[in-house]
């Protein structure tokens, strides 16, 4: 191997039963529910383990001035990729927009994500039966249902812990038990977008949100600072794989966690089955570990591009990819956005910020193929605030400084994500050139937007002009997206689940349709990604997909 790994260290790890990749939201449950469960466990992260206090508050390196979670890694210098649009290649960095950057550290996301916490709706499993076929799109049903996933969205929220109130949204799915926790009391933003959504006839309501308002589960209430999404929370109140699961799997005594390691490639053997996977220590050894089972969770991205990089005689193109389907339809969300300026002050330096929201546009859209919600957006810093200038006011300067000065505080941003019609050719590649600071080929990203999903946005954003409006905007001003291609932390469906191995990587239970013993437990096996923020789902599929592998193990026994 070229790069920086040595030769294998004479003395063999100890043998496990399973193996994760990636300590995010995927791999944080299936390590808990795993190693709960009896089995012993090797939680593998190529990231650190960060604590508040190795987080300083710094704006540019934590707020959204590059990518969410960029100050969490990976690091710039060790972790290219190469993005593609139309003949121009660009090799691009953790710190740049086209890099499609998920945080990389125990938590992954979860660490510094603003914890929206939202169940898919029923037809959101269903987008092809509810629309039809979109031209130029895959949109697919799940092969499950929102019934199958309700039993372990609960278990997440209750289990994690939730908060909030959802009681007014008339749209949601059905549901047994209430959220465990509050919402946190109504910001000035809440005050002033509530009754102008009523005025509308529309049904606002208060966002779920992983995130303690109440002390619970042993950790502390969320005390409403600035520094919220993109920063590691100083309370520990915001709810992560990092201080939930992943420390009550440690618990168990049936789990170890190794951080900065990284993953090359899935062993396997003869047969083509697992026998566990090669990694890169801290300490720059090439190491291997073997397992009986292997659970790939490393996002949508870099889930596509460890299965790429496990060649085999028996699966020349990568593991799971006899039939080209892994790292094809990459989608996450649009955002578009409007900005209304108020005559009063409407900021009143409360954290999150993000706190109420509609859900009437996500479905039942005439001629539109799906929707997305609509909530005002998060608190902003000064320097974040630099984007969000008018196109009227000149980028730099005296008038630039005088209305960022005059606006900061009079101003509400409403926003939501688009659930994007998901391509073929939208997709993650091996880039046949480049390769990272370890030797390993990098991802390499391609495609567009589908049209309609721009279509769509050019939909939600009028909505969300018309509530501003209402609300007593004086002024409204568009930042809408373009057509290129999605990625970022709501990264999703490259390795697709699936009734059909000829249209999909991965069965209903999250097991490869080529190889019985490996797993993708990550977004990457959403086959669409709903009008919502994915955190949510993914905890809950991560639930129950565990459930099922440790079902199906205590009833075989089968060992590699």
């Given at each position: 191997m070229s790069g920086q790994g040595g030769g294998f260290l004479p003395m063999p790890l100890k043998h496990v039963n399973a193996v994760i990749v990636g300590a995010g939201a995927g791999g944080g449950v299936a390590a808990k529910e795993?190693?709960?469960?009896?089995?012993?466990?090797?939680?593998?992260?190529?990231?650190?383990?960060?604590?508040?206090?190795?987080?300083?508050?710094?704006?540019?390196?934590?707020?959204?001035?590059?990518?969410?979670?960029?100050g969490f890694g990976p690091d710039d210098e060790r972790n290219p990729r190469v993005l593609v649009e139309g003949k121009r290649e660009t090799i691009v960095w953790p710190s740049e927009g086209g890099y499609s950057n998920n945080a990389a550290c125990?938590?992954?996301?979860?660490?510094?994500?603003?914890?929206?916490?939202?169940?898919?709706?029923?037809?959101?499993?269903?987008?092809?039966?509810?629309?039809?076929?979109?031209?130029?799109?895959?949109?697919?049903?799940?092969?499950?249902?929102?019934?199958?996933?309700?039993?372990?969205y609960e278990k997440a929220e209750w289990e994690m812990g939730v908060s909030g109130?959802?009681?007014?949204?008339?749209?949601?799915?059905?549901?047994?038990?209430?959220?465990?926790?509050?919402?946190?009391?109504?910001?000035?933003?809440?005050?002033?977008?509530?009754?102008?959504?009523?005025?509308?006839?529309?049904?606002?309501?208060?966002?779920?949100?992983?995130?303690?308002?109440?002390?619970?589960?042993?950790?502390?209430?969320?005390?409403?600072?600035?520094?919220?999404?993109g920063f590691a929370c100083e309370t520990n109140a915001r709810t992560g794989t990092h201080n939930t699961v992943i420390p009550?799997?440690?618990?168990?005594?049936?789990?170890?966690?190794?951080?900065?390691?990284?993953?090359?490639?899935?062993?396997?053997?003869?047969?083509?089955?697992?026998?566990?996977?090669?990694?890169?220590?801290?300490?720059?050894?090439?190491?291997?570990?073997?397992?009986?089972?292997?659970?790939?969770?490393?996002?949508?991205?870099?889930?596509?591009?460890?299965?790429?990089?496990?060649?085999?005689?028996?699966?020349?193109?990568?593991?799971?990819?006899?039939?080209?389907?892994?790292?094809?339809?990459?989608?996450?969300?649009?955002?578009?956005?409007?900005?209304?300026?108020?005559?009063?002050?409407?900021?009143?330096?409360?954290?999150?910020?993000?706190?109420?929201?509609?859900?009437?546009?996500?479905?039942?859209?005439?001629?539109?193929?799906?929707?997305?919600?609509?909530?005002?957006?998060?608190?902003?810093?000064?320097?974040?605030?630099?984007?969000?200038?008018?196109?009227?006011?000149?980028?730099?300067?005296?008038?630039?400084?005088?209305?960022?000065?005059?606006?900061?505080?009079?101003?509400?941003?409403?926003?939501?994500?688009?659930?994007?019609m998901p391509m073929f050719a939208a997709r993650v590649e091996l880039d046949p050139k480049v390769k990272d600071y370890w030797g390993i080929p990098v991802a390499r990203l391609s495609g567009s937007k589908h049209p309609h999903t721009l279509d769509i946005a050019r939909f939600m954003a009028e909505k969300a002009e018309a509530w501003l409006k209402e609300a007593g905007a004086?002024?409204?001003?568009?930042?809408?997206p373009g057509p290129s291609l999605s990625g970022g932390q709501h990264q999703a469906g490259t390795c697709r689940m699936g009734n059909d191995p000829k249209t999909s990587v991965v069965d209903r239970d999250c097991r490869l349709h080529d190889v019985d013993n490996v797993y993708v437990i990550d977004a990457g096996v959403h086959v669409t990604n709903g009008g919502f923020n994915p955190a949510l789902t993914i905890l809950a599929n991560a639930y129950r997909a565990s459930e099922r592998l440790v079902n199906a193990w205590k009833g075989s026994r089968a060992h590699s």
């Open positions: 795993l190693a709960s469960a009896g089995l012993s466990v090797v939680l593998l992260e190529r990231g650190k383990w960060y604590s508040a206090a190795d987080c300083r508050k710094d704006d540019l390196r934590n707020q959204r001035t590059t990518v969410l979670g960029n125990v938590g992954g996301g979860t660490f510094s994500y603003g914890a929206q916490s939202w169940r898919y709706m029923e037809q959101d499993f269903r987008m092809r039966s509810t629309y039809g076929a979109v031209p130029g799109s895959t949109l697919e049903d799940w092969p499950i249902t929102y019934a199958d996933l309700e039993p372990y109130d959802v009681a007014n949204n008339i749209f949601k799915a059905p549901r047994k038990k209430p959220l465990p926790m509050p919402p946190l009391p109504p910001s000035r933003e809440h005050q002033v977008l509530l009754p102008a959504a009523k005025r509308l006839g529309l049904h606002p309501f208060d966002i779920p949100m992983l995130r303690n308002t109440v002390p619970y589960n042993g950790r502390r209430a969320c005390m409403r600072c600035r520094w919220c999404v009550a799997a440690l618990a168990t005594g049936n789990c170890a966690i190794r951080t900065e390691c990284m993953t090359r490639e899935v062993l396997l053997d003869g047969r083509g089955r697992s026998r566990g996977v090669a990694y890169i220590d801290a300490a720059g050894h090439l190491q291997e570990q073997t397992a009986d089972l292997v659970i790939v969770s490393c996002g949508a991205v870099e889930s596509a591009r460890l299965l790429l990089n496990s060649r085999h005689r028996l699966f020349p193109g990568g593991l799971g990819n006899r039939y080209g389907w892994v790292g094809r339809n990459l989608q996450s969300h649009t955002y578009p956005a409007v900005t209304g300026l108020f005559e009063t002050e409407t900021y009143d330096d409360l954290g999150p910020g993000a706190s109420i929201a509609i859900c009437d546009y996500n479905h039942g859209n005439p001629g539109l193929a799906g929707g997305g919600m609509l909530a005002n957006e998060f608190i902003r810093l000064p320097y974040q605030f630099m984007g969000q200038v008018p196109p009227w006011i000149a980028r730099w300067g005296a008038e630039h400084k005088e209305f960022v000065r005059n606006a900061y505080r009079r101003t509400i941003s409403v926003m939501g994500p688009v659930q994007e004086a002024q409204t001003w568009r930042r809408m």
